[in-house]
């Protein structure tokens, strides 16, 4: 063993630059690993939560609902009532969340026509507890829609009188080219109160969590679900939406089950070239061992020993430039979920292990010239 290990100490010394440029090889293999496995989680993180900003894409609305006149008017005067939505999260085996209430209907204010709209807390399935979509609204405020808030020339912080009674206004909303602006949306409670109507609501809004594409048919499985809590209920799936959101996130998960095992293949490739230019070069050396009655096993422990130190010198490198790359980098990409890039201790432990059997497999073929070459016909070309 101590014969090895000074035979590969020798060596590595002796052909110095194909010994750190395979180095470099694995390192680069190690922190692209490690980059891509520490960003991964934040990347598919990230394509969700913006993909479910988007906004809802599942309404579920009254059966006596007309659906000619939710195209027309936005929403339906047919109410029903509220505790349908705690139903609906505590059904078993469901592929929705992010549920809200609503009810919103028509009023005249100032001379002009809104749509008052309130809104109830965010409820999740249970189990699967997520951050709101929704608006947080406080109790006695609301938010006014950019036409609205233009045309009545109110800004946060006044008051507006809404049937009789008078709230503050938390914010003027951004101009959105829908019928937001000319919405104020109040807390569901006060709303309620407001239009005499407690207890009721007119919609409830969703998210679908199935991500499938519109080929695959979501809404089928969605009304299905929905039909056992709520029969009779109308299931309305936004399917442009929902095709849009499942297809950016399957080319996010294509992109990162594409991204890694390219550049192992590069980095196999670079080691496995080099690891043969040594076999190339060392032929010589090994006719010499050889010859002087050392056996095969002795050239090909040499070689792997070769490729296991490279590759353990290789994590030792590359595990921290690549922790440091993410980190750093992280923040730069991921606006909201940055957070989860975070040093891994458990995955230094897999790289030390991996990248010699990474390494080892990649000389491999060198590995079986080397031991299968006649020593004779070695020195007699030589």
């Given at each position: 063993m101590r014969a090895l290990v000074r035979m590969l100490i020798a060596e590595a010394s002796f052909r110095r630059g194909s010994f750190i440029l395979s180095v470099v090889a694995v390192a680069i293999?190690?922190?692209?690993?490690?980059?891509?496995?520490?960003?991964?989680?934040?990347?598919?993180?990230?394509?969700?939560?913006?993909?479910?900003?988007?906004?809802?894409?599942?309404?579920?609305?009254?059966?006596?609902?007309?659906?000619?006149?939710?195209?027309?008017?936005?929403?339906?005067?047919?109410?029903?009532?509220?505790?349908?939505?705690?139903?609906?999260?505590a059904a078993k085996q469901i592929s929705y969340n992010h549920l809200i209430a609503l009810l919103q209907q028509k009023i005249e204010i100032g001379g002009t026509t809104?749509?008052?709209?309130?809104?109830?807390?965010?409820?999740?399935?249970?189990?699967?507890?997520?951050?709101p979509m929704a608006p947080v609204i406080s109790r006695g405020t609301v938010h006014v829609g950019h036409h609205l808030a233009t045309t009545l020339r109110i800004s946060g912080g006044d008051r507006i009188e809404i049937l009789g009674e008078s709230l503050e206004v938390a914010r003027a909303m951004p101009e959105s080219g829908t019928i937001d602006d000319i919405r104020i949306i109040g807390t569901l409670a006060d709303v309620q109160r407001l239009l005499a109507m407690e207890g009721e609501i007119n919609e409830i809004k969703a998210i679908d969590c199935l991500c499938l594409t519109a080929a695959e048919n979501p809404a089928a499985q969605l009304r299905e679900e929905i039909a056992r809590t709520l029969p009779g209920a109308q299931v309305v799936l936004l399917s442009e939406m929902a095709d849009a959101r499942a297809k950016q996130r399957r080319m996010a998960e294509r992109?990162?089950?594409?991204?890694?095992?390219?550049?192992?293949m590069v980095s196999a490739?670079?080691?496995?070239?080099?690891?043969?230019?040594?076999?190339?070069?060392?032929?010589?050396?090994?006719?010499?061992?050889?010859?002087?009655?050392?056996?095969?096993?002795?050239?090909?422990?040499?070689?792997?020993?070769?490729?296991?130190?490279?590759?353990?010198?290789g994590a030792a490198v590359g595990f921290p430039i690549g922790n440091i790359i993410a980190i750093e980098v992280a923040p730069t990409?991921?606006?909201?979920?940055?957070?989860?890039?975070?040093?891994?201790?458990?995955?230094?432990?897999?790289?030390?292990?991996?990248?010699?059997?990474?390494?080892?497999?990649?000389?491999?073929?060198?590995?079986?010239?080397?031991?299968?070459?006649?020593?004779?016909?070695?020195?007699?070309?030589?």
């Amino acid at each position: 063993m101590r014969a090895l290990v000074r035979m590969l100490i020798a060596e590595a010394s002796f052909r110095r630059g194909s010994f750190i440029l395979s180095v470099v090889a694995v390192a680069i293999a190690v922190l692209a690993a490690t980059v891509v496995d520490l960003t991964q989680e934040a990347a598919q993180r990230e394509t969700r939560r913006v993909t479910r900003d988007i906004g809802f894409n599942l309404r579920i609305i009254p059966e006596e609902a007309d659906l000619e006149s939710i195209w027309l008017e936005g929403f339906s005067e047919h109410t029903f009532p509220e505790e349908s939505i705690e139903r609906l999260a505590a059904a078993k085996q469901i592929s929705y969340n992010h549920l809200i209430a609503l009810l919103q209907q028509k009023i005249e204010i100032g001379g002009t026509t809104a749509v008052l709209t309130g809104i109830s807390d965010e409820i999740h399935a249970v189990g699967s507890k997520k951050n709101p979509m929704a608006p947080v609204i406080s109790r006695g405020t609301v938010h006014v829609g950019h036409h609205l808030a233009t045309t009545l020339r109110i800004s946060g912080g006044d008051r507006i009188e809404i049937l009789g009674e008078s709230l503050e206004v938390a914010r003027a909303m951004p101009e959105s080219g829908t019928i937001d602006d000319i919405r104020i949306i109040g807390t569901l409670a006060d709303v309620q109160r407001l239009l005499a109507m407690e207890g009721e609501i007119n919609e409830i809004k969703a998210i679908d969590c199935l991500c499938l594409t519109a080929a695959e048919n979501p809404a089928a499985q969605l009304r299905e679900e929905i039909a056992r809590t709520l029969p009779g209920a109308q299931v309305v799936l936004l399917s442009e939406m929902a095709d849009a959101r499942a297809k950016q996130r399957r080319m996010a998960e294509r992109y990162a089950r594409f991204l890694l095992p390219l550049v192992l293949m590069v980095s196999a490739l670079w080691v496995g070239i080099l690891a043969a230019l040594t076999y190339v070069e060392s032929r010589f050396e090994i006719g010499i061992l050889r010859a002087l009655g050392h056996e095969s096993s002795m050239v090909g422990a040499l070689f792997l020993g070769r490729a296991l130190l490279i590759g353990l010198l290789g994590a030792a490198v590359g595990f921290p430039i690549g922790n440091i790359i993410a980190i750093e980098v992280a923040p730069t990409i991921f606006t909201v979920t940055a957070s989860a890039v975070k040093l891994e201790p458990g995955l230094f432990l897999l790289a030390l292990a991996a990248a010699p059997l990474f390494a080892m497999a990649s000389s491999i073929i060198p590995t079986m010239q080397a031991v299968a070459q006649d020593p004779a016909e070695i020195l007699r070309q030589e």
